[in-house]
C-alpha cells in the first residue's frame, strides 16, 4: 500500500493495511534487556521511499525474537500484515494487531519478488552488518554545553540531558495553539471550519495543544526550551482545554505560572534545525522531576529517506498466498 494511502487511513480505524518493505532496522526493548514494556520496532523502507516504523508490543514483540531466532539471519525483506496506522505527536506508527502476522524474504511471492530486486538477489551477504540498532544512553548536559555544542558539532539527530530551573514563560505566540485532533499540527482557520494540510482534511477536527516557550537556567546560562502537549499535560496534570476554561484575569493559566522557580531534568531533542542560524530553541521531548527518575537509554528511530525504487507488488496477493535566542516578551514571577 503506498505511504500516502496509510496516512489518510491513520486514527481513523476504516481499515487495518499490510505493507512490504526492506528491513532498515531492528529496535528491541528485549534484545538490550531494558525494564518494562516488551516492544519490538522494525523500520520498513517502502517502494515509494519512505521509511515507516512498525510496533510490536508484548506477546507479539516475543513472537518476533521467536520466529527471528528459528530463521537464523536477520530478513532484508518482511511483510506485515494488518497493521493500525497511528499518528501520535506527529509521527506515524504501524502498530501491531492481534490479526498481525511476519512474513519473511521468500515465504510469500511478493516477498520473493521484492527480494529478488535488492543487490545480491536476497541473498544473505556474510559480511552485511546486522540491523538491530541498539539503545543509546542520553547523556547529561549543561545549558552552556548545550550552546556550545549546537555550533561546534556537525549536524545531527541526538538527545541529552539537561537539568535547570524554569525562570518563565515567553508569550510572544502565546502558550497553547489550535492543532488537529488527528496529526496535532497546527490548524488553518477558514471562514466557517479548520483545515488540516498535514492530513489534508478541508474540515478538521480541532483541538487545543500546549505549545509552551520556558525560559531556563543553570548556573552556567540560560536558554528557551520548547514543550508540547503530550509533556505539559503530564506536567500539569491538565489538559490545555481545561486549562484555558480556568484562565481568569491572567495571561497563563495557575497550572503553568505553578512551575516558575521550579526544577526540572528534561530531555532535549536535538535535529537539523538546532545546528542552523534559524535555531531559537530546545525541543523537550520528556520532562522529569529532578534527579528523581534516571531515564532509562532510549532508541534513536531512523527518519531517513531512500528514494531507490523497487517494483510494484501486491500485498494482498502475498498475505492471501501465504496465511536558543530569548524572546522579547517574558513572563516572569513577580516577587513577594
Not at 499490510?18 to 528485549?30: H, P, V
Not at 490479526?99 to 519478488?113: P, Q, V, W
Not at 483545515?195 to 520556558?214: F, G, H, P, Q
Request: glycine share 6%; aromatic share 8%; net charge neutral.
Amino acid at each position: 500500500m503506498p505511504y500516502s494511502q496509510i496516512l489518510e487511513l491513520a486514527n481513523t480505524g476504516k481499515q487495518i493495511p499490510d505493507i512490504i518493505g526492506e528491513l532498515s532496522a531492528i529496535r528491541s526493548t528485549i534484545t538490550d534487556r531494558l525494564p518494562g514494556a516488551r516492544r519490538v520496532m522494525l523500520t520498513l523502507l517502502l517502494e515509494s521511499g519512505e521509511n515507516v516504523c512498525v510496533s510490536m508490543f508484548d506477546s507479539m514483540a516475543l513472537a518476533f525474537h521467536t520466529k527471528l531466532d528459528s530463521y537464523g539471519r536477520e530478513p532484508r525483506v518482511i511483510i506485515v500484515t494488518s497493521v493500525n496506522p497511528k499518528i501520535v505527536g506527529g509521527r506515524l506508527f504501524l502498530n501491531g494487531t492481534s490479526g498481525t502476522h511476519l512474513y519473511f524474504d521468500s515465504e510469500t511471492s511478493a516477498g520473493k519478488e521484492l527480494s529478488d530486486t535488492l543487490p545480491g538477489h536476497g541473498a544473505d551477504p556474510g559480511s552485511s552488518t546486522s540491523k538491530v540498532v541498539h539503545a543509546q544512553k542520553v547523556e547529561p548536559m549543561t545549558i552552556s554545553e548545550l550552546n556550545k555544542f549546537i555550533t561546534t558539532a556537525d549536524s545531527q539527530i541526538i538527545e541529552f540531558l539537561c537539568t535547570a530551573e524554569v525562570t518563565g514563560i515567553q508569550l510572544d505566540d502565546g502558550w497553547c495553539y489550535i492543532g488537529c485532533s488527528g496529526c496535532s499540527k497546527k490548524l488553518i482557520r477558514e471562514i466557517s471550519s479548520f483545515t488540516c494540510v498535514s492530513c489534508n482534511e478541508t474540515n478538521a477536527v480541532a483541538a487545543l495543544r500546549y505549545r509552551v516557550k520556558l525560559s531556563v537556567s543553570d548556573h552556567t546560562d540560560s536558554a528557551s526550551f520548547l514543550s508540547f502537549d503530550m509533556e505539559m499535560a503530564k506536567l500539569t496534570n491538565i489538559q490545555a482545554s481545561e486549562a484555558a476554561q480556568i484562565v481568569v484575569d491572567t495571561e497563563l493559566p495557575r497550572s503553568l505560572s505553578d512551575i516558575f522557580g521550579k526544577t526540572y531534568t528534561f530531555q532535549l531533542k536535538l535535529n537539523d534545525f538546532n545546528f542552523s542560524s534559524k535555531h531559537q530553541t530546545f525541543t523537550i521531548s520528556r520532562i522529569f522531576p529532578e534527579r528523581l527518575l534516571a531515564p532509562m537509554p532510549a532508541f534513536v528511530v531512523a527518519v531517513s529517506k531512500r528514494g531507490r525504487p523497487f517494483k510494484n507488488l501486491n500485498i494482498s496477493e502475498a498475505s492471501t498466498a501465504s496465511s536558543s535566542s530569548t524572546a522579547k516578551k517574558t513572563h516572569k514571577k513577580k516577587n513577594g
